[in-house]
């Protein structure tokens, strides 16, 4: 079976910090690049990050670049997304995706995070 599980949100205040985790299994880890993808209450999805299947190549929303860094860890299987200097405008559930041309997506289930005072 597939899993995405997505963890580490949660509430902080501006200028703050988290480590969101996703632990993958059921799959190839190691050949699918992976992705970071938001949703904001009343707001459609915003892709916020990516990192190719090697990890050597990451790419960023101009929204979070300078603040956020996505790394991986393909002997855990798991894929972070460090945020800091958390804004309120950051608030949403995060969710990672494992893409791969010619095979299907796969998604977590989200985390919420929140940055309010």
């Known amino acids: 079976e597939v899993q995405l599980v997505e963890s580490g949100g949660g509430l902080v205040q501006p200028g703050g910090s988290l480590r969101l985790s996703c632990a993958a299994s059921?799959?190839?880890?190691?050949?699918?690049?992976m992705c970071w993808v938001r949703q904001a209450p009343g707001k459609g999805p915003e892709w916020v990050s990516a990192i190719n299947s090697g990890g050597g190549s990451t790419y960023y929303a101009d929204s979070v670049k300078g603040r956020f860094t996505i790394s991986r860890d393909n002997a855990k299987k798991t894929v972070y997304l460090q945020m800091n200097s958390l804004k309120p405008e950051d608030t949403a559930m995060y969710y990672c995706?494992?893409?791969?041309?010619?095979?299907?997506?796969?998604w977590g289930q989200g985390t919420q995070v929140t940055v309010s005072s």
């Open positions: 059921g799959f190839t880890f190691g050949n699918y690049d």
């Open positions: 995706k494992a893409f791969l041309v010619g095979a299907y997506d796969y």
